[in-house]
């Protein structure tokens, strides 16, 4: 079946410094692949997503593309805000509706 | 636009008690999705309504779980008895359409604990 794996946390960097959080999924087919965050008391917010190989999605600085070589959709930041402290997880979407999410890595960005 | 509610926030029930889950998707959204997250594990899908239907409830744990949509508004989501396991977060979402990349809305879960 479907699968996502997800480097596990926690993250802690300090304002500024660059992220990188892996993300690589296992589909039959060509899935749909997403970047969701959950701030602190709040739900699941969609940050980012890719339809279809070699796709960018980007939302608040924040980049993933999809790999369909390496089954791969990494998310990077250049330069992290404290701001950015929230719980990431990525998830894909196969060709049914519902989804699929890795564990999720809870990133801390200090002053 | 208001987005999609989950009530409670909070739920603290004994073993063998009964909890019900409530829903309001984002109106006028057809689909409507619950998720589980269980303490440190990936998010998992339970069912997914069209509308009034079950379109698919493969991820149910057991049937201690029921999940209903009277009228296509609104979904409750019950557990009777409770168990240990049972405790996390449930999360709802809904969408306007299916498509693959149609994005799903989440409400901001139920923290269920079962002492």
């Known amino acids: 079946g479907d699968s996502v794996t997800q480097m596990e946390g926690p993250v802690t960097l300090s304002e500024e410094a660059f992220l990188t959080i892996n993300c690589t999924y296992t589909a039959t087919g060509y899935p749909s692949l997403f970047w969701y965050v959950q701030y602190p008391g709040e739900g699941l917010q969609l940050l980012l997503k890719a339809t279809k190989a070699d796709d960018k999605g980007s939302n608040k600085g924040f980049e993933a593309t999809y790999r369909k070589e390496t089954t791969s959709f990494h998310l990077e930041k250049g330069s992290v805000q404290v701001s950015d402290s929230a719980v990431y997880f990525c998830a894909l979407r196969g060709s049914n509706y519902k989804l699929t999410f890795g564990k999720g890595t809870l990133l801390t960005v200090n002053p | 636009e208001a987005g999609v509610t989950q009530f409670p926030s909070h739920s603290v029930i004994e073993k063998g008690q009964t909890v019900t889950l409530r829903c309001d998707p984002i109106?006028?959204?057809?689909?409507l999705y619950w998720y589980r997250r269980v303490m440190g594990k990936e998010i998992k899908f339970l069912l997914h309504f069209v509308k009034e239907s079950k379109q698919d409830e493969s991820g149910m744990p057991n049937n201690r779980f029921l999940a209903e949509r009277t009228g296509g508004t609104y979904s409750t989501l019950k557990v009777q008895p409770a168990e240990l396991e049972d405790s996390g977060v449930y999360f709802c979402?809904?969408?306007?359409?299916?498509?693959?990349?149609?994005?799903?809305?989440f409400g901001p879960g139920t923290r269920l604990t079962v002492l």
């Open positions: 979402a809904s969408s306007q359409v299916r498509d693959r990349g149609g994005e799903q809305f």
């Open positions: 109106s006028g959204h057809d689909n």
